[in-house]
């Protein structure tokens, strides 16, 4: 398994639980360092302990080089990352590139003339694995390989059981090659094996451009689902309408499902942002643009801006900010002081990648108000990703985050959060407005409690 990141550990992890023997390979030393030592570098609930057990198991070891770990093995899962390019929405193919480059230098060929099995779970572009393909066989006409594209469809804090339970595993392979039919047989035994409890009609087998195609696909539908979701919200807003019952009320039929109809801040993540304009790019360069991802791209990012002037315009009911040009006029009595409640992209990540926080606080921060950040597992990341900046406080619990907040906005749906009430929220904090762009809580409950509370899809009743 190449790459010891979110999708390698969890991946690798899991196989070795299926029964597979694996090593991860990690090139950046620090990384490797803890993994070897026992530590995780990520935070995913659960995968501490599965790595854990399947290492005290034997089935799975971490090792720097490729060369080391790849004699005797049958397969190499290519799981490292593919960002956006700089400037651009291509995505950046080099440590793929680099991966094809190692693989050339190291491999062998497997005894009894199989072929080495070299499976894409990267997330890269259709024509990726053809271009793999080429490439290897470019550098290695001797080697006996084949290339299969099997796209991960896991989600950060569910990790481990999306990969053990997945509604469904796609695996592209080219059809005409020698070696296709071995790779099927090998990849059905080991996501189907006896400890598994994956059977084959979960296997969705197709050519690799397919699932290659797939996954952007299966992505960019989820991000034009949230956005559809945070318009509507908007309209119930504006009209009176509940964002609750409408999604209830849609969700019921059966062809929408009634999952991925929660109003937030935005989308973020390490994938939705990055995949959606990887594939408008890819439309447009095969000449069949997708409007509807370019919309629900430029829909999203709209969105973050607005709801940071919806908060400066919530802050500037207490107090001008000291970027309003009356401020110098009115009785001042120092900065707004808001606690933000959540940084990461989601609930259980430490993930700040593409975060609407990274968008959103810069703005705040910009007109001149003061935040109190906290997030149970992401302060680390968002140290790294914000800096040190004037106004900018990393609250050392919850309760310091609160203490001087007169308005809190919330943008994570950490349970610890949803867990206050209304009423230990109000002790913890001297101000009474709330802006949830979340939902956590009862809106009647923060009205008794004696908030003003803002919060998405709902006018304030
Ligand atoms: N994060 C997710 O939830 C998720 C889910 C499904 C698919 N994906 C896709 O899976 C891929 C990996 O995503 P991620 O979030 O795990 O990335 P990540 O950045 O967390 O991890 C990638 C790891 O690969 C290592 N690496 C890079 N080149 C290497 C090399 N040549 N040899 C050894 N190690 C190398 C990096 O040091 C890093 O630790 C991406 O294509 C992503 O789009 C991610
Ligand atoms: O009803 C919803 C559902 C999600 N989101 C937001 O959408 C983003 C993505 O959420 P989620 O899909 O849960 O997170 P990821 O871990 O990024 O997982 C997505 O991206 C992965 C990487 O490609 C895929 O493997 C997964 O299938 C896909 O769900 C986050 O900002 C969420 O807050 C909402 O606002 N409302």
């Given at each position: 398994m190449i790459g010891g990141g979110y999708v390698g550990l969890v991946s690798g992890a899991c196989l070795a639980a299926f029964g597979a023997e694996v090593t991860v390979i990690e090139q950046d030393p620090a990384r490797l360092a803890r993994l070897q030592s026992g530590d995780v570098p990520i935070y995913e609930p659960g995968l501490a302990a599965l790595l854990e057990r399947q290492r005290i198991a034997g089935r799975l070891s971490f090792c720097g080089h490729l060369a080391e770990a790849?004699?005797?093995?049958e397969a190499v899962f290519i799981a490292v990352g593919t960002p956006a390019r700089r400037g651009s929405?291509?995505?950046?193919?080099r440590y793929v590139s680099q991966v094809v480059e190692e693989l050339a230098r190291c491999a062998e060929n497997l005894p009894g003339g199989r072929e080495l099995l070299v499976v894409m779970k990267s997330t890269v572009p259709v024509g990726t694995g053809r271009d793999v393909a080429r490439k290897l066989a470019e550098l290695r006409p001797d080697l006996r390989f084949t290339v299969a594209s099997n796209p991960e469809f896991l989600r950060e804090g569910e990790a481990i059981n999306d990969f053990m339970q997945p509604d469904r595993v796609v695996i592209g392979l080219d059809g005409q090659r020698p070696g296709a039919d071995r790779a099927r047989a090998f990849l059905t035994r080991l996501y189907c094996s006896e400890t598994s409890s994956l059977t084959p009609d979960r296997l969705a087998f197709m050519g690799l451009e397919s699932a290659e195609l797939t996954k952007y696909a299966a992505n960019a539908f989820l991000a034009l689902k949230v956005t559809f979701i945070n318009e509507m919200a908007d309209l119930c807003e504006a009209s009176g309408g509940v964002i609750e019952e409408v999604a209830r009320g849609m969700g019921l039929d059966p062809r929408i499902g009634?999952?991925?109809?929660q109003p937030g801040p935005g989308y973020g993540g390490s994938c939705f942002p990055k995949d959606t304009r990887a594939l408008a790019t890819t439309a447009r360069q095969k000449g069949t643009p997708m409007q509807l991802v370019e919309t629900t791209i430029a829909t999203n990012e709209a969105r973050k801006r607005r709801l940071a002037e919806r908060i400066l315009a919530l802050a500037a009911t207490l107090r001008p900010l000291s970027?309003?040009?009356d401020a110098a006029e009115r009785p001042q009595n120092g900065e707004v002081q808001i606690a933000v409640l959540g940084l990461a992209?989601?609930?259980?990540?430490?993930d700040m990648r593409d975060a609407p926080a990274l968008t959103i606080l810069p703005l705040l921060l910009e007109a001149g108000a003061r935040l109190h950040l906290y997030d149970p597992q992401a302060m680390a990341q968002a140290r790294t990703q914000l800096?040190?900046?004037?106004?900018l406080t990393f609250a050392a619990s919850l309760e310091d985050a609160l203490a001087q907040a007169e308005l809190v906005v919330v943008l994570t749906e950490w349970p610890l959060f949803r867990a206050l009430t209304p009423q230990t929220l109000a002790r913890l904090m001297p101000g009474r407005l709330v802006i949830d762009c979340r939902n956590l809580w009862p809106p009647e409950e923060m009205r008794a409690a004696g908030f003003t509370y803002h919060r998405l899809g709902r006018g304030l009743d």
């Open positions: 790849l004699p005797g093995r929405g291509h995505a950046d193919l009634a999952a991925f109809l970027s309003d040009p992209f989601k609930a259980g990540t430490d800096g040190q900046r004037e106004g």
